[in-house]
C-alpha cells in the first residue's frame, strides 16, 4: 500500500499569513493526490482534486501543486475561517486511497 | 443538492456486529460509486471501503478485510456496511462519501456527517 506523509503535523499563523502543507507519497502516484479540509464537527469538504484543480466554490487562496512524490498545499493569504485539520490523499491505481496523518492549522 | 446521511451507529460489544446505512439523494445514486471513511478519537481519517455503482466490484482496507462487507441497493438509494468480528480500535466516526465517477475512485467530492460506532464492553 502506498504511504502517505504530511508535515507539519500541527502549525500556528497569523492571519494573512502565507501557509504551506507538504506531502510526500512513498512511491510515485503522478498527479493522483486530493487534498480535504476538515472542520470540527463537520465533513470533510475536497478542496483540490488531482493535485491542482480546485473545486467550485473553493476560495483562490488556496492552490495544490507538486507531482510524483512530493506535493504542496498553499494558502496565500490565511483567515480566520481556515481553521481545519487538512488531509492529503492518494488516488492513483487500486485502493487503498490512504490518507496523510493530517496538519492541524490554527491562528496565532 | 447532494445529501448523504449515515445512521446504524452505536455502542456493540468486542465481537459483536453493526450494520451501517447510508441513505444517498439529489444525484443519480447508480452512477457513482461510494466509499467509507473513518476517523478514530483523535485520530486521522482512513479509508475503509469502497462500493463501484453497479455494485459489481468491492474494496476494503487490510485493517477490514474479512469483517465488513460493503454493499449498496440502488433501487433504495443507499449504501450498507455490515461490521462484524467488531474490536476496539473499530471505534470511529464512520463517514460515507460519494465518489466522483463510476468507478471506484480516491475523488471524493461529498461527505455526509457521519455515524459514531463504539466498541466497548
Given amino acids: ?108 | 443538492e447532494v445529501q448523504l446521511l449515515e445512521s446504524g451507529g452505536g455502542l456493540v460489544q468486542p465481537g459483536g456486529s453493526l450494520r451501517l446505512s447510508c441513505a444517498a439523494s439529489g444525484f443519480t445514486f447508480s452512477n457513482y460509486a461510494m466509499t467509507w471513511v473513518r476517523q478514530a478519537p483523535g485520530k486521522g481519517l482512513e479509508w475503509v471501503s469502497a462500493i463501484s455503482g453497479t455494485g459489481g466490484s468491492t474494496y476494503y482496507a487490510d485493517s477490514v478485510k474479512g469483517r465488513f462487507t460493503m454493499s449498496r441497493d440502488n433501487s433504495k438509494n443507499t449504501v450498507y456496511l455490515q461490521m462484524s468480528s467488531l474490536r476496539g480500535e473499530d471505534t470511529a466516526v464512520y463517514y460515507c462519501a460519494k465518489v466522483l465517477v463510476l468507478a471506484v475512485d480516491g475523488d471524493l467530492d461529498y461527505w455526509g456527517q457521519g455515524t459514531l460506532v463504539t466498541v466497548s464492553s
Fill in chain 1, 1 to 108: 500500500d502506498i504511504q502517505m506523509t504530511q508535515s507539519p503535523s500541527s502549525l500556528s499563523a497569523s492571519v494573512g499569513d502565507r501557509v504551506t502543507i507538504t506531502c510526500r507519497a512513498s512511491q510515485t502516484i503522478n498527479k493522483y493526490l486530493n487534498w480535504y479540509q476538515h472542520k470540527s464537527g463537520k465533513a470533510p469538504k475536497l478542496l483540490i482534486q488531482t493535485t491542482s484543480r480546485l473545486q467550485s466554490g473553493v476560495p483562490s487562496r488556496f492552490s495544490g501543486s507538486g507531482s510524483g512524490t512530493d506535493f504542496t498545499l498553499t494558502v496565500s493569504s490565511l483567515q480566520p475561517e481556515d481553521v481545519a485539520t487538512y488531509y492529503c490523499q492518494h488516488s492513483y491505481s487500486d485502493p487503498p486511497y490512504t490518507f496523510g496523518q493530517g496538519t492541524k492549522v490554527e491562528i496565532k
